[in-house]
């Protein structure tokens, strides 16, 4: 069996993006579910996992960091998921588009991550076809394999 890459690099320096209408659909309900879920705010621990804590031994820094730096992220996050939202439909991008898909894509993963509790141990993710956590996971591997495609694209 052939493995094709979804995301590439061409020639031009382009990113080429061969993705299924299935799976282009998936996508295209990430940015209304990421934005309602930064909504909720830094009282969702999946949320608060997007700004981890910058100093664990001082709750003074730490608050005051988040206090510096947490809207200018999230506003980040909201502008890269509105380039992925303009741009899910497209087969070619160009890299500033290949940098927020990654960033969104990466996020929801990381947000979708969180609220299934994964682990880095893949054996403590083995969930049965019955489960009703099996299709956030299956999310969550597919999204982890975009990921890792626009980091190897956007380094090649």
């Known amino acids: 069996m052939r493995f094709s890459r979804r995301i590439k690099r061409t ?34 621990p999946a949320v608060a996992r997007l700004n981890p804590s910058a100093c664990l031994d001082d709750a003074e820094v730490d608050a005051e960091f988040h206090q510096m730096m947490d809207d200018d992220l999230n506003a980040g996050r909201l502008e890269a998921l509105d380039a992925f939202e303009k741009t899910v439909d497209n087969t070619r991008l160009d890299e500033e588009e290949a940098l927020a898909w990654m960033r969104a894509i990466n996020d929801t993963r990381l947000l979708l991550g969180t609220r299934l509790d994964v682990s880095e141990d893949p054996g403590e993710r083995a969930v049965g076809p019955d489960d009703p956590r099996a299709p956030g996971f299956a999310l969550y591997d597919y999204l982890s394999l975009l990921t890792q495609e626009l980091v190897e694209a956007l380094g090649a």
């Open 11 to 44: 020639r031009s320096g382009q990113f080429e993006v061969r993705l299924s209408a299935e799976e282009r659909e998936v996508l295209r309900g990430l940015p209304s579910q990421m934005r309602d879920a930064l909504a909720l705010g830094k009282d969702d």
